[in-house]
T-cell receptor
Framework: GAVVSQHPSWVICKSGTSVKIECRSL??????MFWYRQFPKQSLMLMAT?????????EQGVEKDKFLINHASLTLSTLTVTSAHPEDSSFYIC???????????FGPGTRLTVL | DQQVKQNSPSLSVQEGRISILNCDYT??????FLWYKKYPAEGPTFLISISSIKDKNEDGRFTVFLNKSAKHLSLHIVPSQPGDSAVYFC???????????FGTGTRLQVTL
């Protein structure tokens, strides 16, 4: 089956610093990647949708200048949390979809803790 | 505005019995529904899906039922196994290729 990886799996950073999270599709080309955030005991909330080579589409209420998304290749998308604050601490999950298929394949997630 | 709801945050079922997980939605434009299984600190794993043109889809021990008039779907797992213990999310979309809206999840515990 299709495999999506995320790196790092967990990260702890100081308030005010920026953190980059990578999402890779390992055995398929992902024309579309999605970034989700999950707070404890809550649902997965879609943050943004990115298509390779174009700007990401952000969901309402998500600050595009704070959560920078780059989808420069068909196998890699990155999410950069800029000037992170403790309220940004969450579980960030990416998913990837191949052009000809509808199913989204999810990465294992990244636990971000901002001190 | 939670468009997809799972009103039972947790469910405990004995091994070998049937597990029934429920999901309700409010957006009548949703026409494609999915169930995912998720372990802590891992991404969701796809289980089964159903299109609005059907009212039932079966895959091994997993069956999903869709009641469009009630805007309700359910996932049946039979027989339940201890390895089924996880959080189950239902998700919905308009069309098979659009973004997913997830429910709040139900934690299933299958006891021996």
């Amino acid at each position: 089956g299709a495999v999506v990886s995320q790196h790092p799996s967990w990260v702890i950073c100081k308030s005010g610093t920026s953190v980059k999270i990578e999402c890779r599709s390992l055995d398929f080309q992902a024309t579309t990647m999605f970034w989700y955030r999950q707070f404890p005991k809550q649902s997965l909330m879609l943050m943004a949708t990115s298509n390779e080579g174009s700007k990401a589409t952000y969901e309402q209420g998500v600050e595009k200048d704070k959560f920078l998304i780059n989808h420069a290749s068909l196998t890699l998308s990155t999410l950069t949390v800029t000037s992170a604050h403790p309220e940004d601490s969450s579980f960030y999950i990416c998913s990837a979809r191949e052009l000809l298929y509808n199913e989204q394949f999810f990465g294992p997630g990244t636990r971000l803790t901002v001190l | 505005d939670q468009q997809v709801k799972q009103n039972s945050p947790s469910l405990s079922v004995q091994e070998g019995r049937i597990s029934i997980l429920n999901c309700d939605y409010t957006n009548s434009m949703f026409d494609y529904f999915l169930w995912y299984k998720k372990y802590p600190a891992e991404g969701p794993t796809f289980l089964i899906s159903i299109s609005s043109i059907k009212d039932k889809n079966e895959d091994g021990r997993f069956t999903v039922f869709l009641n469009k008039s009630a805007k309700h779907l359910s996932l049946h797992i039979v027989p339940s196994q201890p390895g089924d213990s996880a959080v189950y999310f239902c998700a919905a979309s308009t069309g098979t290729a659009s973004k997913l809206t997830f429910g709040t999840g139900t934690r299933l515990q299958v006891t021996l």
